[in-house]
């Protein structure tokens, strides 16, 4: 759907010719509409996803005399925007996390550090993960999920929640090492 | 397994593709934009023209249709509330009305208000969204659903229900309700020989099979049809965007009819012929006394008309939705409340 014309552009080019002509703002969805579907799909289903969308690129577009024009890449601004949007559905969310531990996968469910022992896969993780999940706090998951789900560099998040990247790696730490005491701490890898 | 990696496996596991609904985001976003556009400062050019195009629309519906179809000799008036009362304040309900060949249901595309006060001046045009929210729509078929979009109207209860709706949520009464059928502006428009239009760029819809050069052109009839229906290569499927374009055309076509009129009055009579048909009025025109209305009209000129979108916003409960500013939208709907 994107013109030729608008796909040689970067998104800052075209945020920046949207202030003249706002429907051309329309091609910065054409691009991250999907991506950050897929993204908010898995934080709050199909449903929720939709309108959380339909919601960013509004905010966005309500937003884009604020851009920082000197950052080529929107996605970061846009991630930060959803990211927000889906604090609303914090409560949802969790919930979503909590059914899926309910919802056993293979066998019966043993404690985390028997299956952890046993070499977990990640559907028979599934339950001890999205408990954990369903109790970080926002601000830590919202970091752990902006990297391991929305591929998101550090420098990215930073950008995305507007906060230092020290903060960035601080959280993630502390997110992480939940997610491992949940597992069972036994996972060898350690990530600086 | 590392635990960024299984936490990532979940994140898989979780993922939808989006469905082609997601496009209806990209609508509420088009709106928004034309929104900003049109309240932008600097912009009231655009409203001017829009004000303009809706003069003609409106002409096209209320004056030139009728009073070319009444020929012959004026008899006293009818049974119809226009007729009865032709120099009186009227509100009249436009409906452009999208029935598709393959679709079964007709569909209301384009939904304006128009108050014509009693001196034919300061006559006021306002678009409904088609998204629109309205308490309970009072007709049959379609009462007791709760909040519906005001498009549910036509689709389930025909114009009449529209019309119904309508004067709920305004607390106005329309004397005529007008449905335009989008098909019949093929034949209207090879009636005419083709109308001109002026395009700023040049438009290429392969979707609408729709593809016209910058500038002046002449478009027929199945040129202009793919012209007002074309969605997403112009404006960007919005739907202000689109009414607008389509009222835009319906000033062409008026300015091609008046031409037509005086130079080439048996294609002006062809014309006619289709144009009656593809207009549908409730109460039914009664042709012979549309000619004593048609006559007050003529000190109206397009600068008379004043275009305008109701006042909405996002639905609070669906921001899919648009909901009514109340506050606005009494401003709005006072001067048809005679």
């Given at each position: 759907m994107t013109t030729p014309t608008t796909a040689q552009q970067c998104d800052a080019d075209l945020i920046e010719s949207s202030l003249a002509d706002p429907e051309a703002f329309a091609a910065l969805f054409d691009r991250y509409a999907a991506m950050l579907f897929r993204y908010v799909s898995r934080r709050l289903g199909p449903e929720a996803a939709e309108d959380v969308v339909g919601e960013t690129f509004l905010a966005a577009f309500s937003g884009?005399?604020?851009?920082?024009?000197?950052?080529?890449?929107?996605r970061p601004w846009l991630f930060g925007i959803a990211t927000k949007q889906v604090a609303r559905h914090h409560r949802a969310e969790a919930a979503r996390y909590r059914a899926l531990r309910r919802?056993?996968?293979?066998?019966p469910v043993e404690g985390p550090a028997d299956r952890v022992a046993a070499g977990v896969t990640a559907s028979a993780s599934r339950p001890v993960l999205a408990e954990a999940l369903a109790g970080l706090p926002r601000r830590d998951l919202d970091v752990l999920l902006l990297v391991a789900?929305?591929?998101?560099?550090y420098e990215e998040v930073a950008r995305a929640l507007d906060i230092p990247v020290g903060t960035v790696r601080s959280r993630l730490n502390r997110a992480r090492r939940k997610v491992r005491a949940a597992l069972g701490d036994t996972d060898p890898t350690e990530e600086a | 397994m590392d635990d960024l990696e299984l936490i990532r496996d979940l994140g898989r596991e979780l993922e939808h593709e989006p469905a082609p609904s997601l496009l209806r985001q990209r609508e509420r976003l088009m709106d928004a934009a034309a929104a900003g556009w049109r309240r932008g400062p600097g912009r009231w050019t655009l409203f001017g023209a829009v004000a303009a195009v809706a003069a003609a629309a409106v002409t096209a519906v209320a004056i030139v249709v009728p009073a070319a179809l009444t020929g012959g000799d004026a008899r006293p008036a009818g049974m119809d509330i226009t007729a009865r009362n032709p120099g009186n304040a009227l509100n009249l309900l436009v409906i452009g009305s999208d029935t598709r060949p393959r679709v079964n249901e007709a569909r209301s595309d384009t939904i304006v208000m128009v108050h014509v006060p009693a001196d034919r001046k300061n006559i006021r045009a306002v678009s409904v969204p088609r998204d629109l929210l309205v308490d309970d729509i009072p007709c049959r078929g379609v009462r007791g659903k709760g909040r519906a979009p005001i498009n549910t109207s036509f689709s389930l209860g025909g114009a009449a229900c529209t019309r119904m709706a309508l004067e709920s949520l305004t607390k106005a009464r329309f004397d005529q309700t007008v449905v335009v059928d989008f098909n019949g502006f093929k034949g209207m428009v090879d009636a005419l020989g083709g109308v001109d239009i002026t395009l700023p760029q040049a438009v290429s819809d392969p979707a609408a099979k729709l593809k016209l050069p910058r500038g002046k052109q002449r478009l027929d009839g199945t040129q202009a049809l793919a012209y007002v229906r074309a969605r997403r290569s112009l404006g960007g499927g919005s739907d202000i965007v689109r009414v607008r374009r389509q009222l835009q055309f319906m000033e062409a076509l008026t300015q091609r009819a008046r031409e037509q009129q005086r130079r080439n009055p048996v294609r002006f009579g062809r014309f006619l012929t289709v144009a009656a048909g593809s207009v549908e009025a409730t109460p039914r025109w009664d042709l012979r006394s549309l000619r004593a209305l048609a006559g007050t009209f003529r000190d109206t000129g397009a600068e008379d008309v004043e275009f305008a979108m109701l006042p909405v916003r996002a639905a609070p409960e669906d921001s899919n939705r648009l909901a009514l500013d109340p506050a606005a939208a009494e401003r709005t709907f006072a001067p048809f409340r005679r």
């Open positions: 884009r005399r604020r851009y920082d024009l000197a950052q080529r890449d929107a919802t056993p996968v293979d066998g789900w929305g591929d998101l560099a | -």
